[in-house]
């Protein structure tokens, strides 16, 4: 199985490693995936509905349950995508509605 194998390619066992070095390993080839796929228009247009669905967007986050979500959310971006270049960030932003 296809699927399978490419699993094996960012999930596998990582020979010669430490465990916390086969952990870091494993983060960054996720977000390497994460990024890959997201970076195509359509991969926008479904990241921006999972945002959504996970209320980054939400002003005021009052239930336990939106809390979570835009906690998950956060989380999304800032360690699965490895988005953390701020002034990238802030660009993106103040461009989101030009196009």
Known sequence: MESSKD????????????EQEAIIERDKR??????????????????HQILVD???????????TSVTLNNFAKFMIFKRLKCD?????TSAIFDCNKH
């Open 85 to 89: 270049n701020y002034k990238q960030m």
């Open 54 to 64: 996970l209320k980054f967007y939400e002003t005021e986050n009052v239930t336990e």
């Open 30 to 47: 996720m977000s390497e995936c994460f990024r890959r796929v997201f970076s195509t228009d359509e991969g926008r247009i479904v990241l």
């Open 7 to 18: 699993y094996d390619k960012i999930m596998g066992t990582l020979e010669g490693d430490s």
